[in-house]
């Protein structure tokens, strides 16, 4: 009876430390402190809506729309390995509001690229269906909704029930442990 309490009790010790590591860096406004599932989204190509691509006005290829609004447009489609729950995963990115304005990107952050786990770090639902058919070489526009984002209660950088545009190049994924 001991063994097992002195399990949880060490159990619950190291995720009072490492969910905080995890789900919070301050200077990175990815990271979102809000309810998390360590399940990742469905993946984009599944949930594409069957109606006329509309077109992206920068860049003249079709906008995808998935079933839960976000949107993205395939830029370069990457010939590496397709990015799965648990990989790790390398990019160079640059999040924008809608208005064009820079609020973070990957340059502006030693080593200027962002590593995560794909569906266990933190981030925003938007970043992690909108990557999660991407390959590595491949390069994405993401636009992401309030409801995938920050919603309603925003942040210190992000105002509440913004859209955001973020233009992702996927540098490199690297399998997870259990690959």
Not at 29 to 47: C, D, E, M, V
Not at 67 to 84: E, F, M, N, W
Not at 159 to 177: A, D
């Amino acid at each position: 009876m001991k063994l097992i309490s002195s399990r949880v009790r060490r159990l619950a010790i190291l995720a009072v430390l490492l969910v905080p590591a995890l789900t919070f860096n301050p200077v990175n406004p990815l990271l979102h402190l809000g309810a998390q599932t360590n399940t990742p989204a469905p993946a984009p190509s599944g949930l594409a809506n069957t109606a006329p691509a509309e077109v992206d006005k920068d860049t003249g290829k079709p906008i995808v729309t998935t079933g839960s609004g976000l949107q993205y447009v395939d830029l370069v489609p990457g010939a590496g390995p397709t990015i799965k729950a648990g990989d790790e995963v390398t990019v160079k990115y640059t999040g924008m509001f809608t208005d064009g304005r820079v609020f973070d990107a990957s340059e502006k952050h030693d080593p200027g690229t962002f590593t995560y786990v794909q569906g266990v770090t933190g981030l925003i639902q938007g970043w992690t269906e909108g990557t999660s058919t991407m390959k590595a070489g491949g390069k994405r526009k993401l636009i992401i909704p309030p409801n995938l984002g920050y919603g309603a209660d925003g942040n210190e950088t992000i105002p509440p029930n913004s859209t955001l545009i973020f233009m992702i190049e996927v540098v490199s994924v690297k399998p997870g442990p259990a690959q």
